[in-house]
């Protein structure tokens, strides 16, 4: 039997090319929607044209235009996964990625990745998203681009005024637009269209959580991976990515007065795509673009889905590395301490204070405060969802000259099990661990459950759900086990006024 190296999409025919296992086919750069430029500039996905012939997906498309920082060796993301310091770049980016089985086969579950990069930078073409090695154990694997930054998340009032119900949070309708692609047109592909998981890692994973907030998703995915991608305000002058669409739309406002020297969005949109780009880069103003809890795609701040009922409800695996988004008070004695304390809605400040030492230091407050972000996330989410959630965290011993620790995003080249493209000098020890993280993987976008057997034949280490009364964890280190994670006692106060306090 030949392999598959076409498919027939709504759009046309696609040709891929057989991936470094050549039982693999993939397809690069597939439009999924027209071309986000001109009169589309700020407005949801459009579907895009048919073409005659067959369409050559033999590369990625290009990435959303962003702040490219090159070969930064003193930057760990940069010299993580950027090896391209002048990649294609373009506004023209709703391309998506495919990895199929090119044996024929149908029915197969399929994984819908969206990327992380705080909202602001990312692309499906960074080398640890290779959908390769998932696709081998039997699934069809897509990689999603999305508009970013101001050209994904601007908000303005003309726009509001032009299309209430679509009036920004850009990267998030091409989210959906392409998931919706892939439900159409997966089939050809061997995938099953009612057998869909998202995941996506830190703003890929609140990207998930944002397309779970998302009522009208219904039917359109059945579970979700969030992988360090809940930033719940364990404090509550926590980094944020969501904002009230009135406070994005003044700042559009002033983007556009400040920063392009233009009046009206039809003059914004006649601007040339790179000079927007600099101008958001280099305005005064200029720091993150972020979602908007706009009333329609977004009916509250997407990192408090699980204290609603009004969302899609699915089997949910989330967790974080342990080197990342570590809090404390911003306060350095008793007085500021206090002063604090006062700002938690619902938090009861005798008991909270009491978990300190008297007399209070900085660094007292610091070690005793200290809070995962995520994990507190997920904690709380195990409090109150109602949905099956299989947490984790991942404490392995990542090697290299700069003794990173598990830090944010690392435990992406374990779970796509890409560490063979990492410049880091991995051994056995961490290869075993990334084909256990990625067998289950597999079982739980196959079936909802990640255990069952993994691809050497031998039955998983026992994965058990989250319980709210006895939190297990799956630890992801040198041993694969299940542990207890008891939340230290100012965790505990945090988590009871963050779930009592209102559901905004």
Known sequence: MPLIRTAKTESGIVRGLPAADPRITSYKGIPFAAPPVGKNRWRPPQPCDHWKGEYAAYDFGPITPQAVTGKNKDNIYTREWWVDDDP???????????????????????????????????????????????????????????????????????LTAEAPQSATNFGFLDQQFGTQWVKRN????????????????????????????????????????????????AYPDMFSLCVPLREAEQRGKRFFREALGVGTLEEARRVPWRRLLDAALSWTNAGLW?????????????????????????PVIMGSTDNEFRLSPRAEDDASLRTY??????????????????????????????????????????????????????????????????????????????????????????????????????????????NGLGTLGECLPYWPALDSQNPVFMSFGDVVKPVQSPASSVTRLLLDAYLSSGKS
């Open 290 to 314: 972020p979602a908007s809890v706009d009333g329609a795609f977004l009916p509250y701040a997407p990192d408090r889905w699980y204290l609603h009922e009004d969302r899609v409800h699915c």
């Open 88 to 158: 294609c770049m373009d506004e023209d980016c709703l391309y998506l990625n495919i990895w199929a089985p090119a044996e024929k086969q149908t029915e197969l579950p399929v994984f819908v990745w969206y990327f992380g990069g705080g909202l602001q930078v990312g692309a499906t073409v960074e080398m640890e998203f290779d959908g390769e090695r998932i696709a081998r154990r039997g699934a069809v694997v897509v990689t999603i681009n999305y508009r970013l930054n101001v050209f994904g998340f601007l908000a303005h009032p003309e």
């Open 186 to 233: 997966i089939v050809a592909f061997g995938g099953d269209p009612e057998n869909i998981t998202i995941g996506g890692q830190s703003a890929g994973g609140m990207s998930v959580s944002a397309q779970i907030s998302h009522r009208k998703n219904e039917g359109l995915f059945r579970r979700a991976v969030i992988v360090s991608g809940l930033f719940a305000p």
């Open 341 to 450: 304390a006062a700002k938690i809605p619902g938090l009861d400040q005798a008991r909270f204070l009491a978990a300190f030492t008297s007399p209070a230091t900085k660094e007292s407050i610091r070690r005793e405060g200290d809070v995962n972000a995520i994990a507190f996330a997920v904690h709380a989410a195990g409090m109150k969802a109602k949905d099956t959630i299989y947490a984790y965290e991942f404490s392995a011993e990542i090697p290299g000259y700069d003794n990173p620790g598990a830090f944010h995003s690392v435990d992406l080249w374990f779970f796509f099990e890409t560490l063979a493209k990492c410049w880091r000098p991995f051994t056995g020890k961490h290869y075993d661990l990334a084909r256990q993280m990625c067998d289950y993987l597999f079982n739980f976008i196959s079936s909802g459950d990640p």
